[in-house]
């Protein structure tokens, strides 16, 4: 290679990776897998070896990925936050094991072998044993403030429980990874699928766009998780004993959430065996493992090794590949979904893939297969994404033949034949058709569902048979069916269609927040539809609501656990035409459910007072401290006005906290409360 191709080539890579970077990190939306990418990295790595003279200036190679995004603060970490090198071999990785003997003059060395959790890197801060701040990773030096996010993970406590003979250091940053476990995952894509709208491709990304969301309850509704594993800035140094796996101990013992396994492993043969056996029992960890993380265990040995800025020499990640396989593309089908989205499927010539077989892949939308070019008769190779959905990644062009044809998206909807739409600012395209029976039969088989009404009798198959027989067209037809109609299903099913009219007539008496959710409307799940119940009491005020009703001028949520973006999402439900009739109709048609039940309160301290609750409390949630001000005949609200009688304010209050001392509302904190509530 010449140097100016090499100088032209690297210009290219660096770009090529910059790119990716700002897709992976930023935007939580990787285009390539994670192994094409270190691939490409490394490539340019190597010319930059190899042609020093252009290894100047700004490279992706000298520096960590960049996660920083608008509308959070940026904060500084103490000690800068590295990134890890990497490798996909084992030869290397007996090589690090070398070269760190050489390093540190010692044949011997001991190491910790831990799982390396595909999630995004945070810092947490604890002074004197309390949670003070969260901060992502960010460009390693400086990153974003998520303090309030993470505050939402239930597993992480907000004060170190204190470990026999060993003092809480007065600073602490420990760091871990934030992570979103499979099941959690899977539950917010059957939701969006559901939905229609695109799925999540992995659980790292679904947990790096929700960190990264300005609406904490929306935050709060997806659960996060942590895991913690490394350690920062200590103070006073040398706190937290001599090793990383003591370190593990102590991490543990502060009951902080920790890796379940790590291995010590006193020679590169056994952390060979250990690497091998992580490999093994990963799939049944809660979270996505993408390799192995080798590090020195003792902490001196580390601060002797040393590193550069961007990683320490102390440490090596071991990645295991995904697996992927390549086969035949038979065809595309096209999947319509609840809200009418089109989703392309691959059809497959089955394929064995980490241990399933797969026939089907998610193409995304139109654009991905324009954009991978992928035609049908072509060789793709499939993976499955964080090991779950499998995806065509892309095509071996070189087993390309003439015959290969490039699929032509349908204009028309395959199921009903309306011509298909792109909204503004969305990728899919739908069938704008409200009464395509596809979106019919989804809308009703969501509502009789088991998360939401529950009907006996009106399974999935039930549901398609009514729709094919148009006796329902719509969620309201089920409490319109006939008997007679019902009877011509087959003999001697009298029983069975008394019974299933039976629980349609209880449904109509289910719980409001089951009719909430039944409703599909977008972002709104089980626990969204309580906190609407709750505190709308009935469908019409909750159709009937405005953006006011939602969100305070100050831009707080009024209702907790209620966010903007959902506020938005029921509005323009409602907004809708036959969402509006469909409300109505059903109170027409008998259709009244249950408020929840507010409990009658047992006291009357609190009569006539109305609280505002804001930031995190010592020792309960909002919600606690909320029960106990009703059952004492206080009202809680989610806005500050000069009618407040007190706003109850706890560690990162906001802008409620600065509205009430504009106002001149009174403001007590957990224990003045805790004083009023047990005043005679
Ligand atoms: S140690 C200076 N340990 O992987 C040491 N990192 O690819 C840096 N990661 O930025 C981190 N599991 O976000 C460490 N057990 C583990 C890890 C781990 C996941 C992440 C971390 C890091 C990235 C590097």
């Known amino acids: 290679m010449t140097p100016e191709t090499a100088q032209q080539k690297i210009a290219e890579l660096r770009a090529e990776v910059a790119r990716h970077d700002e897709r ?59 990134s890890l090198d990497n490798t996909y071999s084992e030869a290397e990785l007996r090589e690090f094991h070398t070269r760190l003997g050489r390093v540190l003059e010692r044949v011997e060395l001991d190491y910790v072998v831990e799982p390396k959790i595909d999630g995004l890197a945070v810092s947490l801060t604890y002074e004197h044993g309390k949670l003070v701040r969260a901060v992502t990773r960010g460009n390693g030096v400086e990153g974003d403030d998520v303090t309030a996010n993470i505050r939402t993970i239930k597993t992480l406590p907000d004060e170190l429980k204190p470990v026999k003979d ?21 539950r917010i894509n059957v939701d969006r699928e559901e939905a229609g709208e695109p799925l999540y491709a992995t659980p790292r990304n679904l947990a790096a766009g929700t960190l990264k969301l300005l609406d904490r309850a929306e935050v709060a509704a997806r659960k996060l998780e942590i895991v913690l594993y490394g350690l920062g800035y200590c103070e006073p140094v040398g706190a937290v004993g001599e090793t990383q796996s003591g370190f593990h101990a102590l991490v543990r013992g502060w009951g902080l959430p920790t890796v379940e396994k790590t291995w010590t492993a006193p020679s590169i043969d056994e952390v060979w065996a250990a690497v091998q056996e992580l490999d093994r029992m990963r799939r049944d960890f809660s979270y996505a493992t993408d390799g192995a993380v080798v590090k020195l265990d003792p902490l ?43 989703t392309p499927v691959a059809e497959l010539e089955p394929v064995q893939l980490a241990g399933t077989t797969v026939s089907r892949a998610t193409l995304h939308n139109r654009d991905e297969i324009a954009r991978k070019d992928i035609r049908i008769g072509d060789r793709v190779y499939v993976e499955k994404a964080g ?6 990644l892309g095509v071996n062009t070189a087993k390309r033949t003439p015959e290969c044809v490039p699929y032509a998206f349908p204009a028309n909807c395959p199921v009903c034949a309306t011509p298909v739409v792109q909204l503004a600012g969305e990728v899919a395209l739908r069938c704008p058709n409200y009464a395509c029976p596809v979106q019919v039969r989804r809308r009703v088989q969501h509502f009789a569902s088991k998360g939401c009404l529950d009907i006996d009798g009106l399974g999935v198959a039930m549901v398609d048979t009514l729709v094919d027989k148009s006796w329902v067209r719509g969620i309201a037809d089920l409490y319109r069916l006939n008997r007679d109609d019902l009877l011509t299903l087959g003999k001697s099913v009298e029983k069975s269609t008394d019974n299933l009219l039976a629980a349609i007539e209880a449904s109509k008496r289910a719980e409001l927040w089951r009719v909430i959710h039944g409703l599909g409307i977008t972002h709104v799940g089980a626990t969204a539809a309580k906190d609407l119940a709750k505190h709308f009491g009935n469908l019409e005020a909750l159709a009937a609501a405005k953006y006011e009703n939602f969100i305070a001028g100050n831009k707080e949520s009024v209702i907790n656990g209620i966010g903007e973006t959902m506020a938005l999402a029921i509005i323009a439900h409602f907004q809708k035409p036959e969402n509006a009739a469909l409300a109505r109709e059903l109170s027409e048609l008998g259709v009244n459910p249950v408020a929840p039940e507010t409990a009658a309160p047992t006291g009357n301290r609190f009569a006539g007072k109305t609280y505002v609750l804001t930031g995190t409390l010592p020792s309960m949630t909002r919600d606690e401290a909320g029960a106990k001000i009703e059952a004492e005949g206080g009202k809680v609200s989610g806005s500050v006005s000069k009618k407040t009688s007190y706003v109850l304010a706890g560690a990162e209050a906001g802008s409620k906290l600065e509205k009430a001392q504009a106002l001149g509302v009174t403001v007590i904190d957990e224990a003045e409360f805790l004083r009023m509530l047990a005043a005679e």
Do not use: C, N
């Open 300 to 342: 001196k040995l580390q601060r002797e090794a040393g590193g550069t800025s961007k990683a320490p020499r102390w440490a090596m990640a071991y990645k295991f590949a995904a697996e992927r396989a390549e086969t035949l593309l038979k065809g595309v089908t096209i999947q319509v979904g609840r809200t009418g989205v089109l």
């Open 387 to 392: 090991e779950i959905i499998p995806v065509v």
């Open 24 to 82: 992976y990190h930023r935007q939580a939306q990787p285009e390539i897998s994670d192994f094409d990418y270190d691939q490409l990295k490394r490539s340019l790595a190597e010319l930059e070896a190899r042609f020093p003279q252009f290894a100047t200036g700004e490279s992706p190679t000298g520096r960590v990925g960049d996660d920083r995004a608008e509308g959070f603060a940026t904060y500084r970490h103490r000690l800068p936050m590295q």
């Open 166 to 186: 060993a003092p809480i250091p007065e600073v602490i940053e420990i760091r871990g990874e934030v992570y979103m476990t499979l099941a959690e995952f899977a």
